[in-house]
């Protein structure tokens, strides 16, 4: 690495975000021996997503076993690690690589050159990168999704995201108004019911929950990490199979519910409609109590405006809060396509996108964007097992792609677009099928034309097994120009 006359400086591979996918293949790279590498980080700190959620109760929603590298097991103390002990372990992670780390460093643009085979990356700042490798690990939760309500600037205490989460607000016998019931308010909700004075949840879809199996991280951790990775892998025919393949976990997650609220009225109102699956399941022992405490109140009529003292819902009746938090999740399909990237022929990915959808080959790499490689991309999110073990496989498949570029003695190589549709059209062939599409719900997974660009639609392992070797008949290469 080094700065050039003219202060770019430069490396092999320029990886952009300090989250577990970009820390990851930071990692993946020391590991193989190439140490040429950059990461850009816009935040202070590393961790990503798990930096920014410091909400109380913000945890995985996987099992703790689950959910670190293969080559960096993390140590749990609970069966699904809370997020200061997952910034813990991302920092711990980070810490041999801090000097190839660059914080504040946020990307304004990113274009390819055709002359020098190198990617040209501008920070807002004004530092320049160049490199010859691209990788965009930004991934998919770090856009807020803030609902456009009628008078929200109105009204007179705070408003927070759970995602920016202000730890100065005092909760203790406040009156709290929650609108979301994701994986966010799942968390959140139980933790702040027993200090508010009341809490009110505006619910405009309920979701399934199951139990969350137990609260001790297990001693051993390898032989726990494949029961707990199997058993997630089961529940695949239930979200991608027909109607009867979820039935029984359908029933499982009603008796959950059942045994947890006695009262009828609040039973119906957190009853989903839609099959298991649909949208994201989720695990609480904790939830259904807290809303079934003396100081909670499920609203089910949607919200017609915010007042300076608080919510009226379409029941006209105004419910007073002292504070509004927003379990409304992310802006998950627009996030990577709001990078500014500038490939062949001076095309944008947003370009790109926005014409033909996201389309990409197994989630990883776009036709006109040369040697430049996606983690956490189009249709590589989970709906049933840890993302972790996805972007393991996509940084596999990275440094296969880097190490045949080498072999080959090419300096680029590109996805051809015939591969990518053909890999584009068969995910979403299968999921036209899936419970994501069926099963009567809408949900983050699907963009503003109902396609989902999220999730990968069957077993991770099969996903492992398409990314694990790179076929050079599927790119283009691109070799020096001979004298």
């Not at 780390?101 to 190198?118: F, K, M, P, Q, T």
């Not at 809490?199 to 297990?218: D, E, I, M, N």
């Not at 940084?395 to 072999?407: E, F, Q």
Request: aromatic share 8%; proline share 6%; with cysteine.
């Amino acid at each position: 690495m080094g700065v050039t006359s003219d202060d770019v400086r430069s490396a092999r591979v320029l990886i952009i975000g300090a989250g577990f996918a970009g820390l990851g293949m930071a990692a993946a790279l020391e590991r193989a021996g190439e140490r040429d590498f950059l990461v850009l980080e816009k935040a202070t700190g590393v961790g990503g997503t798990w930096r920014a959620n410091t909400y109380p109760g913000s945890a995985c929603d996987v099992p703790s076993v689950l959910y670190s590298y293969a080559a960096a097991p993390g140590r749990w103390t609970t069966a699904r690690a809370r997020q200061p002990e997952i910034l813990d372990y991302l920092t711990g992670v980070a810490a041999p690589l801090r000097d190839r780390i660059v914080l504040g460093a946020e990307v304004a643009d990113g274009r390819w050159d055709e002359a020098s085979a190198r990617w040209h990356v501008a920070a807002v700042d004004g530092r320049r990168y160049a490199a010859q490798f691209l990788v965009v690990a930004t991934g998919a939760l770090n856009l807020p999704k803030l609902p456009r309500i009628p008078g929200a600037d109105t009204f007179g205490g705070p408003v927070m995201h759970t995602a920016d989460w202000d730890h100065g607000v005092d909760l203790d016998g406040a009156r709290v108004a929650v609108i979301g019931t994701g994986a966010s308010a799942v968390q959140v909700v139980p933790e702040i019911a027993g200090r508010a004075a009341h809490l009110t949840l505006y619910q405009r879809t309920p979701s399934w929950v199951l139990p969350a199996r137990g609260t001790r991280a297990p001693r051993l951790r390898r032989v726990a990490r494949a029961v707990e990775y199997w058993r997630a892998e089961a529940l695949v025919p239930a979200l991608a199979g027909p109607r009867t393949a979820s039935a029984r976990l359908q029933r499982r997650a009603r008796r959950h519910l059942t045994s947890q609220i006695a009262d009828p009225g609040l039973r119906r109102a957190l009853t989903p409609e839609h099959r298991i699956g649909c949208k994201r399941i989720l695990y609480s022992d904790t939830y259904f109590p807290a809303l079934a405490g003396p100081g909670a109140e499920v609203v089910t009529d949607p919200i017609e405006r915010i007042t300076p003292d608080g919510v009226v819902a379409a029941d006209g009746v105004m419910r007073a809060a002292d504070v509004i938090v927003l379990a409304t999740g992310f802006r998950v399909a627009g996030a990577l396509a709001r990078l500014p990237l500038t490939g062949r022929d001076g095309i944008t990915l947003q370009q790109r996108w926005q014409a033909a959808g996201a389309r990409t080959h197994l989630g990883i790499t776009v036709a006109g964007l040369p040697n430049a490689f996606l983690l956490s991309g189009p249709n590589t999110g989970l709906g049933h097992n840890s993302v972790v073990f996805m972007i393991e496989s996509q940084i596999r498949y990275v440094l296969g792609a880097i190490a045949a570029v080498d072999r080959s003695g090419a300096v680029a190589l590109d996805v051809r677009e015939s591969v990518q549709d053909a890999s584009h059209d068969e995910v979403q062939r299968r999921l036209g099928t899936a419970v994501w599409s069926t099963g009567g719900c809408a949900s983050w997974y699907l963009d503003g034309r109902g396609t989902n660009h999220a999730l990968w639609p069957g077993s991770s392992w099969r996903y492992r097994a398409r990314t694990r070797r790179v076929r050079l008949e599927d790119y283009e290469m691109t070799f020096p120009a001979r004298p």
